[in-house]
């Protein structure tokens, strides 16, 4: 998506569904009160407490956040599992992006596919760590 182009509505749903999850994350282990995401979410998006709570309902019922005894939010296990791996990527994905873009700048269609083909033959070789 370009700067140019307006998000639709389960683009910006997604992204604020990610931020709610990341600040959930983020408060761990004590984990977050529902007025603190609430907060958040009213600070970052402009959502009313009420679709907050709404969004917070549905991730609970989907298995991926939980509400301990003392009110405070947490995400799942698996869930939690899988912010780290999310995490992991992103920071491969900031790692690779200066040199695919200079992949990318290559003008010899040729050259560019066998940068291409190298840089595939080095990830298969290095460890995911």
Known sequence: MTAT???DGATQ???RLLEMLTFINTHEPRGARLTEI????VATFGLKFKTTSEMLRELSLA????VDGAGYWHLTEKQRLAMETLKK?????KLLFPLLKRIESIED?????KARKL??????????E
């Open 5 to 7: 182009e307006i998000p």
């Open 13 to 15: 749903r997604k992204a």
């Open 38 to 41: 609430q907060a958040h979410m």
């Open 63 to 66: 298995g991926i956040v939980k």
């Open 89 to 93: 990527q992103e920071q491969k994905e």
């Open 109 to 113: 269609q040729k050259k560019r596919e």
């Open 119 to 128: 840089l595939d033959r080095l990830l298969k070789l290095l460890p995911e």
